[in-house]
């Protein structure tokens, strides 16, 4: 072996070549954890630096990285390499959008919910995000309807109807997912109960708009566990314990007392626990579009009051922060990230 090929049989990998070698390994790890597509760009370049990199040679401060220069080049590879490995996937979003159903002509139709929304401060700097409630005056949510039939077609009466129905399920949706967040005390068995709520309203909004009697009886199924998981976490949340029973009328009494903000007479749109089960088997006839999208609605109403009622430290619920564009995610200048690429050597601990 002469000299050349020597140097070449020990030379220390590039960083690129360095982070695409571990990044194999590391995204098994977080794929391990469910963690989401979206975030794992990010986990996986300080899972690189934490666990990877033992020295950087023009900054001591190893540990201190996430607003450092030399990070972004890191994190440009590790969300290149994310890139070619997902491809399309990398896109999807991680649950800023809401799937609802309103019925037009009697047809099921998507209406696809913003959950959050934002809007640049100073281009390229800051975006103020924020976390509405309500359809707010400048939306209108026709805009949010997918493979709709031509609503330009409908009368006044029609039109109102379905404004309404928009505005109350998208209120709903968003009200119960702020109304949600930073429960507290955490307690793990509310928590459990409250992660599956939204769920459960997209899983019945995908059924119903199958179209088939089957998807209907399906939903209905679906909207007695999104009652039952608003109505049991609250019980345990107020009082320490709940019932573990399916009927939703005893359920809603245990909490009546602690003020629940929802109608109960609004569950008489939901079929009985016993009809929903032999629904879901086939055994009970055939639920109508009409009766389903009823409760629907109704499981909606019921959830979003109980929501208003959880103890929260903070509430997010109508309000905007203004964000900076994250340090990471601008690349520092070619001759500085040409310097830094030339001396750092990124070799595993």
Request: glycine content about 6%; some cysteine.
């Amino acid at each position: 072996m002469d000299q050349d090929t020597a140097d070449k049989a020990i030379e220390k990998p590039t960083l690129k070549q360095a982070i695409y070698g571990h990044l194999p390994l590391i995204d098994a790890y977080f794929a391990a954890r469910d963690s989401l597509l979206a975030t794992r760009p990010f986990e996986a370049a300080a899972m690189f630096v934490r666990d990877c990199v033992t020295e950087v040679s023009i900054d001591p401060d190893k540990d201190n990285f996430a607003a450092k220069p030399w990070f972004a080049i890191i994190y440009h590879h590790v969300k290149a390499w994310y890139q070619e490995t997902y491809g399309e996937a990398m896109n999807r979003g991680p649950g800023n959008v809401a799937c609802g159903v309103v019925l037009i002509r009697g047809l099921p139709v998507e209406l696809a919910v913003p959950l959050t929304r934002s809007k640049v401060e100073t281009p390229g700097k800051t975006v103020w995000l924020s976390f509405p409630v309500t359809v707010e005056h400048d939306e209108n949510p026709f805009d949010w309807l997918r493979a709709s039939p031509n609503i330009e077609t409908l009368g006044t009466p029609e039109i109102s109807e379905l404004r309404k129905d928009a505005t109350d399920i998208a209120t709903a949706l968003r009200s119960i997912r702020t109304n949600l967040m930073g429960v507290e005390p955490h307690d793990d068995t509310v928590s459990g109960f409250l992660d599956g709520v939204l769920a459960e309203f997209e899983s019945a909004a995908r059924q119903m708009l199958r179209v088939d009697a089957t998807g209907r009886a399906s939903a209905l199924y679906t909207l007695q566990i999104a009652v039952e998981r608003a109505l049991k976490a609250f019980a345990q949340h107020k009082s320490g314990t709940f019932r573990e029973i399916h009927n939703l009328y005893l359920l809603f009494d245990e909490i009546a007392g602690y003020g629940t903000g929802a109608d109960r007479n609004l569950l008489k749109k939901l079929p009985r626990d016993s009809d929903v089960t032999e629904d879901r088997y086939g055994l009970r006839g055939t639920p109508t579009l009409w009766e389903t999208f009823e409760a629907y609605k109704a499981a909606l109403s019921i959830v979003s009051g109980v929501s208003r009622h959880f103890n929260r430290k903070i509430s997010i619920g109508g309000g905007s922060f203004l964000v900076g564009k994250a340090p990471w995610t601008t690349l520092p200048s070619e001759d500085d990230k040409a310097q830094f690429e030339k001396r750092q050597q990124a070799e595993p601990s």
